[in-house]
């Protein structure tokens, strides 16, 4: 067994372990990792309060949090009841201070109204990551949506127009507006929406299994919701869009409500 990225990859070796009763998990992951698990079909998964979908060969994911610390505790229950919690430790990262300058100052200090735009615009997006499909589209290797100079990294510290804001929730890839915006793995659009204050275009895709990926400032948008979406499928435009200085696309990922590196999950294919 081996990880990349905190992505568990299983080798030849471990064939039997996914056919057996065993529970396997990597050692450790990296803050920000999505990682897939391999445990009895059948079992009875926990992590952080939340039951965990199985799928029929015994593949679980779950996503590490920006701020996660220490170890990640997941506990199983076999089908014969016999239980068993796999430890994984959490490796930190450094976060550098990335600065922003340029940006419409409605949009780093908003007034009352447009904040309350906002709020109402981030609780439609925050509804549709709720969703637990069936699917294991999560476990395709992942593609870029497209090819370009990474101008913003998961994680970092903003200061938009010198004052600080939230961590970067995603990767910033800089690329020419109108540049074609393909899926980096098979899902089901469950957000779609070509003006919201500070996002502008944007669209969810869900992977199942409550991970998903949402890509910010697009100039067009070619899905609708509850569209099955192919990897490779071309789902809208770069554009600049909502709060962006340039055309880019921002692509962010989750696993529920916690934030995951599109980086990370990229790494998987090399």
């Known amino acids: 067994m081996f990880a990349l990225a905190g992505i568990l990859i299983l080798g030849p070796a471990l064939a039997q372990a996914a056919s057996d009763d065993r529970i396997v998990f990597p050692a450790s992951v990296r803050q920000g990792a999505m990682v897939i ?16 979908r199985v799928t ?22 076999r089908p014969d009841g016999s239980r068993e919690t796999a430890r994984i430790a959490i490796a930190p990262r450094d976060w550098p201070i990335e600065r922003v300058s340029g940006v419409p100052p409605k949009t780093v200090d908003p007034p009352p109204a447009i904040a309350e735009r906002i709020r109402r615009e981030q609780a439609r997006v925050t509804a549709a990551r709720t969703r637990d499909d069936d699917r294991a589209d999560f476990a395709q290797r992942f ?5 370009g100079r990474i101008s913003g990294r998961f994680g970092n ?10 961590a970067h929730s995603g990767m910033d890839i800089a690329v020419a507006g109108g540049t074609p915006v393909k899926a980096p793995a098979a899902g089901v659009v469950t957000f779609a929406d070509a003006d919201l204050y500070l996002t502008g275009g944007t669209v969810l895709l869900d992977h199942g299994h409550g991970v998903s990926s949402n890509f910010l400032h697009l100039s ?3 899905v609708r919701p509850g569209d099955r979406v192919e990897q ?7 554009g600049a869009t ?9 692509w962010g990922m989750n ?16």
């Open 143 to 147: 593609a870029w949506p497209v090819e």
């Open 232 to 238: 490779g499928q071309v789902i809208g435009a770069v």
């Open 157 to 166: 510290q903003r200061v938009y127009n010198g004052k600080p804001g939230s």
């Open 37 to 52: 698990g391999k445990v009895p079909a059948g079992s009875r998964v926990e992590y952080t309060g939340r039951t965990l």
């Open 220 to 222: 067009r948008i070619d």
């Open 242 to 250: 909502g709060r962006a200085t340039g055309p880019h696309l921002h």
């Open 56 to 77: 029929g060969y015994g593949s679980v994911v779950l996503g590490i949090g920006r701020d996660a610390e220490g170890l990640a505790e997941v506990a199983v229950t």
């Open 255 to 270: 696993w529920f409500d916690v934030r995951i590196d599109p980086l990370l999950v990229l790494e998987r294919s090399r």
